[in-house]
Protein backbone atom coordinates (compact mmCIF):
# COMPACT_ATOMS: atom_id res chain seq x y z
CA UNK A 1 0.00 0.00 0.00
CA UNK A 2 2.99 2.11 0.70
CA UNK A 3 4.63 1.68 -2.59
CA UNK A 4 1.44 2.48 -4.25
CA UNK A 5 0.46 5.64 -2.24
CA UNK A 6 4.82 6.50 -3.02
CA UNK A 7 4.19 5.82 -7.01
CA UNK A 8 0.84 7.94 -7.10
CA UNK A 9 2.42 10.79 -5.39
CA UNK A 10 5.78 10.71 -7.96
CA UNK A 11 2.94 10.23 -10.72
CA UNK A 12 1.40 13.65 -9.65
CA UNK A 13 4.60 15.52 -9.24
CA UNK A 14 5.64 14.30 -12.89
CA UNK A 15 2.44 15.81 -13.77
CA UNK A 16 2.65 19.03 -11.98
CA UNK A 17 6.36 19.49 -13.08
CA UNK A 18 4.50 18.90 -17.45
CA UNK A 19 1.73 21.56 -16.31
CA UNK A 20 4.57 23.91 -15.06
CA UNK A 21 7.00 23.26 -17.84
CA UNK A 22 4.17 24.31 -20.05
CA UNK A 23 3.34 27.50 -18.37
CA UNK A 24 7.00 28.50 -18.19
CA UNK A 25 7.42 27.83 -22.32
CA UNK A 26 3.99 29.97 -22.86
CA UNK A 27 5.47 33.13 -21.05
CA UNK A 28 8.92 32.15 -22.43
CA UNK A 29 7.10 32.19 -26.06
CA UNK A 30 5.26 35.22 -24.89
CA UNK A 31 8.64 37.36 -24.19
CA UNK A 32 10.14 36.06 -26.83
CA UNK A 33 7.26 37.35 -29.03
CA UNK A 34 7.15 40.93 -27.37
CA UNK A 35 10.84 41.29 -28.16
CA UNK A 36 10.96 40.34 -32.13
CA UNK A 37 7.83 42.59 -32.13
CA UNK A 38 9.53 45.35 -30.53
CA UNK A 39 12.20 45.31 -32.23
CA UNK A 40 10.67 44.93 -35.48
CA UNK A 41 8.76 47.92 -34.79
CA UNK A 42 11.65 49.60 -33.86
CA UNK A 43 13.44 48.69 -37.26
CA UNK A 44 10.87 50.13 -39.24
CA UNK A 45 11.04 53.70 -36.93
CA UNK A 46 14.84 53.69 -37.66
CA UNK A 47 14.40 53.60 -41.45
CA UNK A 48 11.68 56.56 -41.12
CA UNK A 49 13.24 59.72 -42.54
CA UNK A 50 12.51 62.88 -40.24
CA UNK A 51 12.03 64.86 -43.34
CA UNK A 52 9.00 63.07 -44.49
CA UNK A 53 5.98 65.17 -44.58
CA UNK A 54 3.99 62.22 -43.20
CA UNK A 55 6.89 61.33 -40.26
CA UNK A 56 4.57 61.95 -36.92
CA UNK A 57 2.17 59.73 -38.62
CA UNK A 58 4.00 56.65 -40.06
CA UNK A 59 5.59 56.67 -36.36
CA UNK A 60 2.44 57.25 -34.40
CA UNK A 61 1.07 54.21 -36.75
CA UNK A 62 4.18 51.89 -35.79
CA UNK A 63 3.75 52.62 -32.35
CA UNK A 64 0.17 51.94 -32.30
CA UNK A 65 0.96 48.41 -34.46
CA UNK A 66 3.34 47.63 -31.44
CA UNK A 67 0.86 47.55 -28.58
CA UNK A 68 -1.94 46.22 -30.78
CA UNK A 69 0.19 43.31 -31.38
CA UNK A 70 1.66 43.06 -27.63
CA UNK A 71 -1.85 43.01 -26.58
CA UNK A 72 -3.02 40.72 -29.29
CA UNK A 73 -0.39 38.36 -27.88
CA UNK A 74 -1.46 39.03 -24.15
CA UNK A 75 -5.03 37.82 -25.09
CA UNK A 76 -3.93 35.24 -27.45
CA UNK A 77 -1.38 33.85 -24.04
CA UNK A 78 -4.42 34.27 -21.71
CA UNK A 79 -6.48 32.44 -23.64
CA UNK A 80 -3.95 29.53 -23.88
CA UNK A 81 -3.25 29.93 -20.51
CA UNK A 82 -6.79 29.51 -19.30
CA UNK A 83 -7.62 26.47 -21.53
CA UNK A 84 -4.33 25.01 -19.93
CA UNK A 85 -5.39 26.05 -16.40
CA UNK A 86 -8.56 24.34 -16.88
CA UNK A 87 -7.75 21.66 -18.48
CA UNK A 88 -4.92 20.43 -15.67
CA UNK A 89 -7.75 20.82 -13.10
CA UNK A 90 -10.32 19.11 -14.42
CA UNK A 91 -7.84 16.36 -15.57
CA UNK A 92 -6.39 16.06 -12.04
CA UNK A 93 -9.36 16.03 -10.82
CA UNK A 94 -10.53 13.54 -12.98
CA UNK A 95 -7.03 11.35 -12.56
CA UNK A 96 -7.63 11.80 -8.39
CA UNK A 97 -10.81 10.64 -8.46
CA UNK A 98 -10.28 7.85 -10.58
CA UNK A 99 -7.51 6.96 -7.91
CA UNK A 100 -9.86 7.18 -4.78
CA UNK A 101 -12.21 5.60 -6.65
CA UNK A 102 -9.50 2.56 -7.56
CA UNK A 103 -8.01 2.43 -3.78
CA UNK A 104 -12.28 2.71 -2.21
CA UNK A 105 -13.06 -0.51 -4.64
CA UNK A 106 -9.75 -2.29 -3.69
CA UNK A 107 -10.45 -1.98 0.23
CA UNK A 108 -14.24 -3.05 -0.64
CA UNK A 109 -12.42 -6.20 -2.17
CA UNK A 110 -11.11 -7.06 1.12
CA UNK A 111 -14.03 -5.90 3.00
CA UNK A 112 -16.13 -7.61 1.18
CA UNK A 113 -13.55 -11.09 0.87
CA UNK A 114 -13.26 -10.99 5.01
CA UNK A 115 -17.27 -10.19 5.42
CA UNK A 116 -18.11 -13.15 3.24
CA UNK A 117 -15.02 -15.41 4.74
CA UNK A 118 -15.90 -15.18 8.69
CA UNK A 119 -19.55 -16.19 8.18
CA UNK A 120 -18.52 -19.35 6.38
CA UNK A 121 -15.97 -20.22 8.51
CA UNK A 122 -17.96 -19.72 11.31
CA UNK A 123 -21.07 -21.82 9.59
CA UNK A 124 -18.60 -24.46 8.36
CA UNK A 125 -16.94 -25.10 11.84
CA UNK A 126 -19.95 -24.99 13.49
CA UNK A 127 -21.52 -28.08 10.90
CA UNK A 128 -18.41 -30.11 11.77
CA UNK A 129 -18.55 -30.03 15.51
CA UNK A 130 -22.14 -31.24 15.52
CA UNK A 131 -21.48 -33.97 12.87
CA UNK A 132 -18.26 -34.86 14.39
CA UNK A 133 -19.21 -34.45 18.45
CA UNK A 134 -21.82 -35.93 20.52
CA UNK A 135 -23.56 -32.23 22.22
CA UNK A 136 -25.54 -31.85 24.96
CA UNK A 137 -29.32 -30.37 23.25
CA UNK A 138 -28.80 -26.14 24.91
CA UNK A 139 -24.89 -26.68 22.96
CA UNK A 140 -26.60 -28.35 19.67
CA UNK A 141 -28.97 -24.92 20.15
CA UNK A 142 -26.57 -22.51 20.80
CA UNK A 143 -24.67 -23.88 17.88
CA UNK A 144 -26.95 -24.14 15.12
CA UNK A 145 -28.44 -19.96 16.71
CA UNK A 146 -25.00 -18.92 15.82
CA UNK A 147 -24.81 -20.77 12.45
CA UNK A 148 -28.49 -19.49 11.41
CA UNK A 149 -26.96 -15.89 12.69
CA UNK A 150 -23.77 -15.77 10.63
CA UNK A 151 -26.38 -17.23 7.43
CA UNK A 152 -28.29 -13.96 8.76
CA UNK A 153 -24.97 -11.56 8.11
CA UNK A 154 -24.18 -13.34 4.81
CA UNK A 155 -28.01 -12.56 3.44
CA UNK A 156 -27.89 -8.92 4.86
CA UNK A 157 -24.75 -8.10 3.23
CA UNK A 158 -26.31 -9.87 -0.72
CA UNK A 159 -28.86 -8.08 0.36
CA UNK A 160 -26.69 -4.63 0.72
CA UNK A 161 -25.02 -6.14 -2.71
CA UNK A 162 -27.88 -6.75 -5.14
CA UNK A 163 -29.45 -3.87 -4.16
CA UNK A 164 -26.83 -1.13 -4.57
CA UNK A 165 -26.24 -2.41 -8.02
CA UNK A 166 -29.88 -2.64 -8.59
CA UNK A 167 -30.68 1.00 -7.33
CA UNK A 168 -27.71 2.86 -9.66
CA UNK A 169 -28.06 0.66 -12.33
CA UNK A 170 -32.16 1.85 -12.47
CA UNK A 171 -33.00 -1.91 -12.13
CA UNK A 172 -34.82 -1.94 -8.51
CA UNK A 173 -39.07 -1.64 -8.87
CA UNK A 174 -39.90 1.20 -6.53
CA UNK A 175 -43.17 0.47 -5.10
CA UNK A 176 -45.49 2.39 -2.74
CA UNK A 177 -47.71 1.42 -0.10
CA UNK A 178 -48.89 2.55 3.16
CA UNK A 179 -46.70 1.24 5.58
CA UNK A 180 -47.11 1.38 9.92
CA UNK A 181 -43.66 2.51 10.62
CA UNK A 182 -44.17 2.18 14.39
CA UNK A 183 -44.61 -1.50 13.63
CA UNK A 184 -41.57 -1.62 11.25
CA UNK A 185 -39.54 -0.57 13.74
CA UNK A 186 -40.54 -2.65 16.75
CA UNK A 187 -40.08 -5.61 13.67
CA UNK A 188 -36.67 -4.77 12.90
CA UNK A 189 -35.73 -4.23 16.67
CA UNK A 190 -37.18 -7.81 17.51
CA UNK A 191 -35.26 -8.69 14.72
CA UNK A 192 -32.01 -7.46 16.32
CA UNK A 193 -32.80 -8.15 19.99
CA UNK A 194 -32.75 -12.37 18.81
CA UNK A 195 -29.00 -11.65 17.57
CA UNK A 196 -28.01 -9.77 19.88
CA UNK A 197 -28.99 -10.38 23.41
CA UNK A 198 -26.81 -8.36 25.37
CA UNK A 199 -27.31 -5.32 23.83
CA UNK A 200 -29.15 -2.82 25.83
CA UNK A 201 -31.65 -0.80 23.89
CA UNK A 202 -34.22 2.32 24.91
CA UNK A 203 -37.32 1.98 22.56
CA UNK A 204 -39.49 5.44 22.84
CA UNK A 205 -41.98 4.86 19.77
CA UNK A 206 -45.05 6.63 18.99
CA UNK A 207 -47.57 4.10 18.06
CA UNK A 208 -49.66 4.09 14.31
CA UNK A 209 -46.95 6.09 12.60
CA UNK A 210 -48.18 5.80 8.86
CA UNK A 211 -45.68 6.57 5.92
CA UNK A 212 -46.30 6.00 2.40
CA UNK A 213 -43.37 4.18 1.17
CA UNK A 214 -41.53 0.55 0.11
CA UNK A 215 -41.41 -1.55 2.62
CA UNK A 216 -38.27 -3.61 1.68
CA UNK A 217 -36.38 -0.53 1.29
CA UNK A 218 -37.58 1.37 4.23
CA UNK A 219 -37.11 -2.23 6.14
CA UNK A 220 -33.33 -2.48 4.62
CA UNK A 221 -32.90 1.36 5.90
CA UNK A 222 -33.68 1.04 9.62
CA UNK A 223 -31.58 -2.31 9.60
CA UNK A 224 -28.68 -1.02 8.25
CA UNK A 225 -28.70 2.04 10.84
CA UNK A 226 -29.34 -0.20 13.68
CA UNK A 227 -26.14 -2.47 12.31
CA UNK A 228 -24.01 0.75 11.88
CA UNK A 229 -25.15 1.93 15.52
CA UNK A 230 -23.91 -1.20 16.98
CA UNK A 231 -21.03 -1.87 14.67
CA UNK A 232 -19.61 1.47 16.06
CA UNK A 233 -20.56 1.36 19.71
CA UNK A 234 -19.40 -1.38 23.21
CA UNK A 235 -21.25 -3.72 23.94
CA UNK A 236 -21.89 -2.50 27.39
CA UNK A 237 -23.26 0.86 25.89
CA UNK A 238 -26.90 1.91 25.64
CA UNK A 239 -28.48 2.03 21.48
CA UNK A 240 -31.38 4.04 21.67
CA UNK A 241 -34.79 4.38 18.94
CA UNK A 242 -36.83 7.00 19.15
CA UNK A 243 -39.81 7.32 16.95
CA UNK A 244 -42.03 10.71 17.49
CA UNK A 245 -44.37 11.92 15.28
CA UNK A 246 -46.09 15.09 14.21
CA UNK A 247 -48.62 16.28 12.20
CA UNK A 248 -47.49 15.88 8.72
CA UNK A 249 -43.65 14.59 9.33
CA UNK A 250 -42.37 11.94 11.81
CA UNK A 251 -38.74 11.30 13.06
CA UNK A 252 -36.72 7.99 13.61
CA UNK A 253 -33.51 8.72 15.65
CA UNK A 254 -30.93 6.16 15.83
CA UNK A 255 -28.72 7.18 18.51
CA UNK A 256 -25.57 5.17 19.97
CA UNK A 257 -23.02 5.89 22.65
CA UNK A 258 -19.98 4.62 20.16
CA UNK A 259 -16.82 6.02 18.96
CA UNK A 260 -18.87 9.29 17.28
CA UNK A 261 -18.28 10.36 14.11
CA UNK A 262 -15.52 13.79 12.91
CA UNK A 263 -17.23 16.42 11.40
CA UNK A 264 -14.10 15.91 8.31
CA UNK A 265 -16.27 12.33 8.00
CA UNK A 266 -19.94 13.44 8.43
CA UNK A 267 -19.53 14.96 4.78
CA UNK A 268 -18.10 11.48 3.31
CA UNK A 269 -20.32 8.86 5.20
CA UNK A 270 -22.94 8.49 3.14
CA UNK A 271 -20.86 8.02 -0.04
CA UNK A 272 -20.40 4.75 -1.73
CA UNK A 273 -17.64 2.52 -0.16
CA UNK A 274 -16.69 5.04 2.49
CA UNK A 275 -15.39 4.12 5.83
CA UNK A 276 -14.24 5.97 8.80
CA UNK A 277 -10.44 6.06 8.79
CA UNK A 278 -9.99 5.40 12.53
CA UNK A 279 -7.84 2.51 13.99
CA UNK A 280 -11.05 1.79 15.24
CA UNK A 281 -13.45 1.16 12.41
CA UNK A 282 -10.72 -0.66 10.44
CA UNK A 283 -10.93 -3.51 13.21
CA UNK A 284 -14.62 -3.00 12.53
CA UNK A 285 -16.81 -5.36 10.25
CA UNK A 286 -18.39 -3.38 7.13
CA UNK A 287 -18.19 -3.26 3.48
CA UNK A 288 -19.32 0.85 3.60
CA UNK A 289 -22.50 0.00 1.67
CA UNK A 290 -24.75 0.30 4.33
CA UNK A 291 -24.57 4.20 5.24
CA UNK A 292 -24.46 5.06 1.28
CA UNK A 293 -27.85 2.70 0.43
CA UNK A 294 -29.59 4.90 3.91
CA UNK A 295 -29.14 7.84 1.81
CA UNK A 296 -30.05 6.28 -1.46
CA UNK A 297 -33.28 5.09 0.12
CA UNK A 298 -34.23 8.12 1.74
CA UNK A 299 -33.70 9.60 -1.74
CA UNK A 300 -36.11 7.58 -3.54
CA UNK A 301 -38.70 8.22 -0.51
CA UNK A 302 -37.74 11.86 -0.99
CA UNK A 303 -37.50 12.08 2.91
CA UNK A 304 -34.15 13.18 4.95
CA UNK A 305 -31.03 11.32 6.20
CA UNK A 306 -28.29 13.38 8.36
CA UNK A 307 -25.99 12.75 11.72
CA UNK A 308 -25.13 15.16 14.96
CA UNK A 309 -23.04 14.56 17.53
CA UNK A 310 -24.70 12.68 20.62
CA UNK A 311 -24.21 14.11 24.04
CA UNK A 312 -21.82 13.07 25.60
CA UNK A 313 -20.40 10.65 23.23
CA UNK A 314 -21.55 8.93 19.94
CA UNK A 315 -23.63 9.23 17.04
CA UNK A 316 -27.56 10.24 16.16
CA UNK A 317 -29.29 9.61 12.90
CA UNK A 318 -32.02 11.12 11.99
CA UNK A 319 -34.63 10.60 9.31
CA UNK A 320 -37.39 12.55 8.12
CA UNK A 321 -40.21 11.55 6.27
CA UNK A 322 -43.42 12.30 5.30
CA UNK A 323 -46.91 11.00 7.43
CA UNK A 324 -49.50 9.16 5.34
CA UNK A 325 -52.81 10.39 5.66
CA UNK A 326 -55.65 8.40 3.74
Known sequence: ML????????????????????????IWWFIALSQQNHQMIEFKKSRLASTQPNFHQQ????????????????????????????????????????????IQQQNFMMAITHELKTPIAVTKLNLETLLKRKLQETQQEKLIINTLQEADRMNALCNNLLLSSQMEGGGYVFSKEKINLSELVEACIREFSTRFQQK?????????????????????????????????????????????????YCKLYVVDEGIGISDKDKKYIFEKFYRIGSDATKKSKGTGLGLFLVSRIMLAHKSLIRVEDNEPIGSKFIIEMKTFHS
Open 3 to 26: NKAKKIKNIFIVYWFLVLYIVAAL
Open 59 to 102: YESYSKEEKRKTTQYIGEGAIFLLLISVGAFFLFNAVNNQLKNS
Open 200 to 248: CIELAIDKNVFVSGDLFLLQMAINNLIDNANKYSNKETVLKIKLISSQS
